[in-house]
């Protein structure tokens, strides 16, 4: 279904798309597909709506967020299993997706009230000066399938906090989620235009979203090749945007780190999502002393991982989203081979008797090089490769030696090394000793092809507000 102008409808053509399950294959449901014309008219009541929705105050939009992050919990966990069904992860993550993406509607919520200006010193007492700032108006939001309820919230509800109106089109794999939270939106009872959801194919969509100068920001999380093609596209009309793209996660081991901690940290940053998240791990770099330690140890972890149909309460990894996915993996694997990788444990598909999903074991390669496809190209999936260092000059060189920037990990007990490391890892996201540097109070956004803007903390806000400056001359 979509949702334009504060009604559930069906596109004019009555075109429908199917969602499957990616463990099972099996057909979950059938919703509406829609183009241009359906986008154009949802652009256009979200300009109309934003007019109003303008005027309100920020107390009035913090009550009416803070309703939906309670609707998303009350709802978590029904919402929690449309998000594995649809998307495969998982239950135990999705519970966790629900907690993240309400979180951010709250902060958001709070954020609302704190919209301030500023005066400036004038050069002359007859003046006064002012900086105030206002909502940009009307949002295009395009958000992926990996995590299809946070980057959602995470998206629209700094647009709504901010005052601007918002059209939002969902990866076509995951519309279920995005249709759950577009309830709790229905429900908690925002105006008519302020927020709508239109979807179907990508092309159609998003030439509309960007040709369309109505729409003054794109708001986008995605493919670097998607992002680039965004900001070409939505040029004629010079819009702002945010763009959170792709990554290429170095994970970093000096030789003085707790082994054990960063192999658990390794898992998660890797295994996470099955290695489907732009934040994820996909080179480890471990100093040569203590590299066949770490590599036996991150490989018997890796291998005890429980994979299987994410709607279990054991499983650990879920099916990767599509073959086409699970081909990419595959490739990754067989060109390390090719490259005299070793493998440390998984290397192959792993058939269910039950599930047509793709899945895939988890993966070690060892003894990786810089010429293999795994080096620069980031894999999604759950296959990750260890290379050796022998000095921090080296390592941080060859961390950086990538036209990504979005996180970086490093273990080690030297807090002097770890603030070096900080210095100079060229990503928006470092994590010393964390392999989780993501929170709502955290500005999330990468450098370098990875991306445009922040998303979450007090910087998340000002991605959606305009800065204008007064002059006035007193008599
Ligand atoms: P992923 O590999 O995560 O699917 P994509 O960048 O292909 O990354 O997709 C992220 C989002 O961008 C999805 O909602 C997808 O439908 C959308 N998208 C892909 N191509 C385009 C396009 N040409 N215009 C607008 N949106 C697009």
């Known amino acids: ?141 395009i958000t992926p399938w990996n995590y ?18 918002v059209v939002l089109k969902p990866a076509p794999s995951t519309p279920l989620t995005a249709i759950k939270v577009f309830e709790c939106f229905h429900q908690a009872g925002f105006p008519k235009g302020v927020v709508n959801l239109v979807i179907g194919p990508a092309e159609e969509i998003g030439a509309e979203l960007t040709s369309n100068p109505l729409v003054r920001k794109i708001t986008f999380t995605g493919s670097t090749a998607v992002g680039k093609k965004l900001i070409r596209d939505s040029a004629d009309t010079v819009k702002k945007f945010s763009m959170e793209l792709g990554g290429h996660a170095p994970f970093i081991v000096i030789a003085d ?17 099955n290695g489907q998240t732009c934040i994820c791990t996909n080179r480890i770099y471990v100093a040569e002393e203590i590299a066949e330690e770490f590599g036996k140890k991150l490989a018997v972890k890796t291998s005890q991982l429980t994979v299987g149909n994410g709607l279990n309460e054991s499983t650990q990894v879920g099916p990767l989203i599509n073959e086409q996915a699970l081909n990419k993996v595959e490739s990754h694997v067989k060109d390390a081979i090719d490259h005299n990788g070793e493998i440390l444990c998984g290397g192959e598909r792993l058939e269910f008797p039950n599930l047509k999903g793709c899945f895939y074991k988890p993966t070690v390669i060892n003894h990786a090089k810089e010429t293999m496809k795994i080096a620069k190209e980031e894999t999604f999936g759950p296959v990750v490769p260890i290379f050796t260092f022998k000095t ?19 273990y080690t007990t ?54 204008k400056f007064v002059s006035i001359l007193i008599e």
């Open 1 to 141: 279904m979509l949702y334009i102008n504060g009604e559930w409808r069906d596109s004019f053509s009555g075109d429908t798309i199917e969602i499957l399950n990616p463990a099972t294959g099996v057909k979950l449901s059938e919703v509406a597909s829609c183009g241009r014309e359906e986008t154009r008219e949802a652009i256009e009541k979200a300009h109309e709506a934003f007019q109003t929705w303008k005027q309100t105050t920020g107390l009035e939009r913090a009550q009416l967020l803070k309703k939906v992050a309670d609707l998303l919990r009350e709802n978590g966990e029904e919402i929690a299993k449309t998000i594995t069904k649809e998307m495969g992860k998982p239950i135990t993550e999705a519970r966790r997706e629900i907690i993240s993406g309400s979180n951010y509607v709250e902060w958001f919520a709070e954020e609302a009230k704190r919209i301030y200006g500023e005066t400036i010193p004038a050069p002359s007492f007859d003046k006064h000066l002012m900086l105030i700032q206002q909502p940009i108006g009307v949002v295009g939001a």
């Open 148 to 165: 299809p309820l946070s980057m959602v919230t995470r998206k629209i509800a700094p647009a709504l906090a901010a005052g601007c109106t």
């Open 257 to 273: 780190a707790n082994v054990d901690a960063a192999v658990d940290g390794a898992i998660s940053t890797k295994f996470v999502n």
């Open 392 to 410: 921090e000059e080296e390592v941080i060189n060859k961390a950086n030696d990538t036209h990504y920037g979005l996180a970086a990990y490093c």
């Open 414 to 467: 030297d807090l002097g090394r770890g603030l070096r490391m900080m210095r100079e890892l060229d990503y928006g996201i470092v994590g010393i000793n964390d392999p989780a540097p993501i929170v709502t109070q955290s500005p999330f956004g990468g450098l370098k092809e990875s991306g445009i803007g922040k998303e979450g903390g007090k910087q998340g806000i000002q991605e959606y507000l305009e800065k």
